[in-house]
């Protein structure tokens, strides 16, 4: 699995969006126990410190060390180093495993393989993520130009399973529908900006030309398409493949 994300576990934590109480209160809706969970690539910890709400233990892994250290604390939460497709867990440990934003990294077949051992039978595995984000035709249009015109050349190709919302993967559990949802915020420009700089695909453009594409002269045109309001709605569609594990892992 690629880490993209160390060198900005920092901006990570205050800049990337999160996930709507509908969606947790979905997937606990579909829990049968709430004894533990797996958060998978947890990244700063963000739908762990949700999870711990419910489930006496949540166990978080990441393959990062600076995200975890940027970690959001709970007593139930035990953090950890270590790769989603060689978790240390025994079998049937979980009622519940997630992954936010990471499935499209990981070698899916063989996490499949630790999904079924380390899930109790009937627990739910939620592969979940968002979509760009969506403001108003006129900076939707700066944004837009940034992912694509400028920086099309320098997103891993995984990236193309985030675009595809995850419906081209192999997903071979009882799926359960997903129904429609979005996080939303509030943010100022510079709050956009902050979370542009996190875009992967931005630190390798950055990288191979020296240049960060978020100069002065981004920021103009980002502000003149934004206007005078100073706060504005931002909007991330929520996507996911949820799905059981029917039998005990053999």
Not at 61 to 82: F, H
Not at 198 to 219: C, I
Request: aromatic share 14%; with cysteine; glycine share 6%.
């Amino acid at each position: 699995m690629k880490d993209n994300f160390s060198h900005s576990a920092t901006e990570y934590a205050r800049f990337r969006p999160g996930y709507p109480a509908a969606l947790f209160d979905f997937l606990f809706a579909q829990c049968r126990q709430f004894d533990c969970a797996w958060d998978c690539a947890t990244g700063n910890g963000q739908i762990a410190a949700v999870l711990a709400e419910r489930f006496r233990q949540v166990e978080a892994t990441d393959i990062s060390e600076n995200q975890l250290k940027n970690a959001l604390l709970r007593p139930n939460i035990r953090y950890r180093v270590g790769a989603a497709e060689q978790p240390v867990f025994s079998e049937s440990a979980f009622d519940l495993v997630t992954v936010g934003q990471a499935a499209h990294w990981f070698d899916l077949e063989k996490f499949y393989t630790e999904v079924r051992r380390v899930l109790r039978p009937g627990g739910l595995l939620a592969l979940v993520g968002y979509g760009l984000l969506q403001i108003d035709a006129a900076t939707d249009a700066v944004v837009m130009h940034l992912y694509r015109d400028i920086l099309d050349a320098y997103w891993d190709p995984e990236r193309r399973l985030v675009d595809e919302a995850l419906t081209t993967i192999s997903f071979p559990f009882q799926e359960i529908p997903l129904p429609e949802m979005a996080s939303e915020y509030h943010w100022t420009p510079e709050h956009l900006l902050g979370y542009l700089s996190t875009w992967s695909a931005l630190r390798h453009y950055e990288k191979q030309t020296g240049h960060n594409p978020l100069d002065a002269t981004f920021a103009t045109t980002l502000n003149k398409a934004w206007g005078n309001e100073p706060v504005k709605t931002v909007r991330f569609p929520i996507f996911g493949r949820i799905g059981r594990v029917s039998r005990a892992y053999t």
